[in-house]
């Protein structure tokens, strides 16, 4: 079996172009994950650490895509090695292998704690935007589906006996919806 290129590829929901990823790579095999890269439980990883052999290569375009924090990174990167699998990240210029490079390895570690650090300001920056957005009253989450004219509709179907079940299919929404519509 002759040694293989394999490309890992990550972005972070179904909405985003996996095509930039190492597009002027020749790669034998790639694996993609459409999911945030904060743990290491994702499946296009967990198929790709599978498959990859001793003397292939890894190739993944930046650190971030491989993991967004430090230990995950230094685990899966120390993890391939043993197998004899070289990884190498395309935007930092970095190849990991059996030959231990102290500087690549400091590099890694920065750049790691670099990624991790960004993540934690995301998370903050996150936090402090919904805080702020219920501060002001607004509403989070999936759009409201219920107004006025539908409150009184539920209303009015529930005062001449019908079902929660047969509203919600009358009115082509969830029974939760109904039960919300009732309490306003």
Do not use: W
Request: proline share 1%; glycine share 6%.
């Amino acid at each position: 079996m002759s040694h293989q290129v394999v490309g890992y590829i990550r972005v972070s929901s179904q909405g985003q172009n996996t095509a930039r990823q190492l597009a002027d790579i020749k790669l034998d095999k790639e694996f993609v994950d459409m999911v945030t890269g904060s743990n290491q439980d994702r499946e296009g990883l967990q198929e790709c650490l599978a498959y990859v052999r001793a003397g292939d290569q890894l190739v993944v375009d930046s650190i971030d895509r491989l993991a967004r924090n430090l230990q995950d990174l230094q685990e899966i990167v120390d993890r391939l090695i043993k197998k004899g699998v070289s990884v190498k990240f395309i935007k930092e210029n970095l190849t990991f292998n059996a030959n231990k490079d102290p500087m690549a390895t400091l590099t890694l570690q920065i750049m790691g704690a670099f990624a991790e650090f960004e993540r934690t300001m995301i998370r903050s920056r996150q936090k402090e935007g919904i805080a702020a957005a219920k501060k002001a009253g607004k509403h989070l989450g999936r759009p409201i589906k219920v107004d006025k004219k539908f409150i009184t509709v539920v209303k009015e179907k529930k005062e001449s006996c019908q079902s929660i079940r047969s509203i919600a299919k009358d009115m082509n929404v969830s029974r939760a919806t109904i039960y919300k519509a009732l309490e306003l």
